[in-house]
């Protein structure tokens, strides 16, 4: 993997992680490496997976994450990573996530949750 770089290296490093028998606590220590540059890349692919486990991780990003969080990625794949990230809290539908969704909503002071988060890590 040494002689890997970019997108290669990145969706090699999720593939393994995918792997495990349990993959959500290193898809979780992934969320939080500041070395792990493609965010989005990594949300979008958390769509797929359907674990209760992922829910505050993903509320703690969407809400609290810094401005710089996305710092490394295009602003297209930014955005589809926080769509990612929703659309994995819409199809969790557990108690939990629900409400988070309602709470993200009402954070946003609107319905238009995309745009407000893209402006807030995508610089135009």
């Known amino acids: 993997m040494s002689k890997l770089t970019g997108e290669q290296k990145w969706y090699t490093q999720i593939l393994l992680v995918l792997a495990k028998k349990d993959p959500v606590p290193s898809l979780i220590?992934?969320?939080?490496?500041?070395?792990?540059?493609?965010?989005?890349?990594?949300?979008?692919?958390?769509?797929?997976?359907?674990?209760?486990?992922?829910?505050a991780p993903?509320?703690?990003?969407?809400?609290?994450?810094?401005?710089?969080?996305?710092?490394?990625?295009?602003s297209r794949s930014t955005t589809m990573g926080i769509g990612g990230a929703l659309a994995f809290l819409s199809r969790n539908r557990t108690r939990t996530a629900i409400r988070e969704l309602i709470e993200l909503k009402e954070w946003t002071w609107d319905d238009s949750t995309a745009k407000r988060l893209r402006q807030r890590y995508v610089a135009e």
Do not use: H, T
């Open 58 to 74: 993903l509320v703690r990003i969407l809400r609290d994450a810094p401005q710089d969080y996305f710092a490394e990625s295009p």
């Open 29 to 55: 220590a992934l969320l939080d490496d500041p070395k792990f540059p493609n965010k989005p890349l990594l949300l979008g692919e958390l769509r797929q997976l359907d674990d209760f486990r992922l829910v």
